[in-house]
């Protein structure tokens, strides 16, 4: 199998990611598109890991995997939060901190 | 017949049926992927998520990498969809389609996206051109989970004992986020 096919997935997939979070309005709806960049990274150092027969790609993913298990967490504790106070979680009406 | 005719378009090392189960796999997943950013329903978003990341874990295998493969499975398919289902849940009054789920200017992240396409995929072809992979048989002799342990609790410890205060902190922020005042 060619080394390219693992990249040029991955590269696929982070650019759908990044037009979902350009597009998306609803919070929940971009921090999947932000699962779908990281997923795409992860595919990444695997494909790394199998081209230089190496193991440090597989441990880095691992860190991937637990950092993005954080990062979600977080992120919809701060979204139920912001939808208690607002009754939406629509990104554009978001505008307390700007100046 | 037509494998070895496959195969020797392709190149001397590659392995048939694995390329065939790639080509498959990878065509759910841009599907689901593209489902996940255009779909109107946020549960059906969610549910197309699932085929992404399902697919992700069959790439693993497919890389030679079944411990990653497990934990891709049990983290996210298992975790975190888990939670993305209660938040969906949690902040909406209505299931069903939605009609305001993107923004007002969506359409520029159209040419955005096929610009970082364009560069990621030129910067690929350019970098690894036609390589071919090692066989998967031989990569497992030298990646296999006994050097995964290893290489958390040697190379890695330090990193690994910072990623745990990593999640412990995250999840009391989590919780103190989420509590009811």
Redesign the interface.
């Known amino acids: 199998m060619y080394a390219a096919n693992f990249l040029l997935l991955s590269a696929v997939l982070f650019s759908i990611g990044v037009f979902g979070v350009i597009a998306r309005r609803n919070a929940v709806m971009v921090l999947m598109s932000i699962e779908l960049i990281l997923n795409s990274v992860n595919l990444n150092l695997i494909a790394f890991a199998l081209m230089n027969d190496n193991v440090d790609g597989h441990i880095f993913a691992l860190f991937v995997i637990a950092v993005a298990a954080a990062e979600v967490g977080v992120g919809l504790a701060m979204v139920l939060m912001i939808y208690r106070n607002r009754r939406s979680i629509a990104l554009d009406e978001l505008s307390e901190m700007k100046g | 017949m037509s494998a070895a005719l496959l195969s020797s378009t392709?190149?001397a090392d590659?392995?048939v049926a694995?390329?065939v189960a790639?080509y498959i796999i990878?065509a759910v997943?841009?599907w689901g992927?593209?489902r996940?950013?255009t779909t109107n329903n946020?549960v059906h978003?969610?549910l197309w998520?699932v085929v992404?990341?399902g697919g992700?874990a069959a790439?693993?295998i497919?890389?030679?990498?079944e411990?990653?493969a497990v934990?891709?499975v049990l983290?996210?398919i298992g975790?975190?969809m888990v939670?993305?289902l209660?938040?969906?849940m949690?902040?909406r009054a209505t299931i069903g389609s939605?009609t305001?789920?993107?923004?007002?200017g969506?359409?520029?992240?159209?040419p955005?996206?096929?610009a970082?396409?364009g560069v990621?995929?030129y910067v690929?072809?350019d970098y690894?051109?036609?390589?071919?992979?090692?066989d998967q048989d031989?990569?497992r002799i030298?990646?296999t989970t006994q050097?995964?342990s290893?290489?958390?609790l040697g190379d890695?410890l330090v990193?690994f004992i910072a990623?745990s205060f990593?999640?412990l902190?995250?999840?009391i922020?989590?919780?103190v986020?989420?509590r009811?005042d």
């Open positions: 392709l190149g590659v392995n694995q390329n790639f990878a997943m841009v992927a593209i996940v950013v946020v978003g969610a998520l992404v990341l992700i790439q693993y497919l890389a030679a990498a411990f990653v934990s891709q983290v996210y975790a975190v939670l993305f209660f938040g969906i949690l902040t939605d305001d789920l993107n923004n007002k969506w359409g520029i992240g159209i955005v996206a096929a970082m396409l990621l995929g690929v072809l690894v051109g036609d390589d071919v992979l090692v031989e990569a030298a990646i050097s995964i290893d290489g958390y890695y990193p990623l990593v999640l902190a995250a999840a922020g989590a919780i986020l989420a009811k």
